[in-house]
């Protein structure tokens, strides 16, 4: 598959260094989304936004459109804008905030203006030091400048935005978690349904959480049409996105493709984007989508970038994050720091995922030292098993949120695909790999 000759949407402004500040954003046409949606209907807009069929680019990749509708009516409302990116490997939102934060705020104004709110949040990693500066500069220029703020740019519309440094924890991301940490509480995610965000949210309000990516796209879907970004990509996955693609790659980096047109065989190996496997070693695994997603191997290199397609596989797209692993990678220990990952993040409130992770976590790195047993495999399966039922893609949840079932994912994949791997550390009593 060929790459494409689409124009960057969310990263066109960026090959300027002076990107995040008003005079470069209104040079290169910022703000001129804004002001045409304020001269339409907010169900217009809303329309506009339907028509893209833009997948949230979050993790989940729910419809941003349908997510927008099921906001209940009342007389409070709020958006709050989800920049709290804290999963190893994935990093384009933090580019998008450091780069082009009046892309975002511009976007959230045109969702605040589509939905209504009474007023926007954007929440930001509070570990992104030059993002929150940046950001924080640049919503002060936006009020300045007349677009935040009461009666924006004369149409009678008012809305304002606050943005709110993360608390430093990963579970805040989870969009109930996130609500909990503004409201000034430990991000411990809500139990839903029955009671989703969009009926019972931000301090008892509808509320809509929406990605930060997914905010930067909404000034050119306005300014050119749902329809024509629909005509981006292919079936549900319409548009462009960025990937995150880390690993033993030559060239890692943040790539804005056009999705579905796209493989993976063109992110890693194509020399304008990842430029191939360093040191000329063979690729023995990649993560498609964040690393709660199953691992793929070198025979599904030529899947497109497709969340149908990848689905159908048996893994994600999820955040966007597409980690790559060569022929001398051990894979027990990739598994093992993941899961330590989740262990450390865990919120603590479900059993499954507070006692099954910290206890995966051990297993396997008694394995990777080398004081594993044989048995110690269907144990890791077992333990997994009880976090998720069926081990299957998706997963079955037993905990409050999606960090719970995020936890078997490396750990089963890898022993699937890489079994004798871990035998060899279990009758060698060592890594192999040093």
Known sequence: MA??????????????PDSHTLERYLATGGYDGLRRALRMEPEQVAEEVNAASLLGRGGAGFPAGRKWSMLRKAPVRYLVVNGDESEP????????????????????????????????FIFVRGEFALGLERMQGALNEAYAHGAVGRDIFGSGFSVDVVLHPGAGAYIAGEETGLLESLEGKRAFPRIKPPYFPAAIGLYGEPTV??????????????????????????????????????????RPGNYELEMAKTTFRDLIFAPVLGGGVRGGRQLK???????????????????????????????????????VMDDQTCVVR????????????SCGQCTPCREGAGWIEKVVRRIEEGSGREQDLDLLLDVCDNISPGLSWPPQQT??????????SSIVWAIRMFRDEFLVHIKEGACPYG
Request: hydrophobic fraction near 45%; charge should be neutral.
């Open 3 to 16: 790459l494409t000759e689409v124009a960057p949407i969310v990263t066109a402004r960026l090959r300027h």
């Open 89 to 120: 490997a994935t990093f384009k939102d933090h580019l998008l905030i450091e780069r082009d934060p009046h892309a975002i705020i511009e976007g959230t104004l045109i969702a605040a203006y589509a939905n209504q709110v009474t007023q926007a």
């Open 209 to 250: 959480v929406n990605n930060t990516e997914t905010m930067a796209n909404l000034p050119w879907i306005v300014q050119h049409g749902g329809h024509a970004f629909a005509a981006l990509g292919q079936g549900s996955s319409t548009g462009t996105r960025l990937f995150a693609l880390s690993g033993h790659v030559r």
């Open 285 to 323: 695994a990649f993560i498609p989508g964040g690393v709660s997603a199953p691992w793929f191997g070198p025979d599904q290199i030529d899947l497109p970038l497709s969340q149908d397609e990848v689905g159908k596989a048996g893994s994600m797209l999820g955040s966007g994050s597409v980690v």
């Open 334 to 345: 990739a598994a093992w720091r993941i899961v330590r990952f989740f262990y450390r993040e």
């Open 399 to 408: 905990t409050i949120c999606v960090l719970g079932p995020s936890i078997p």
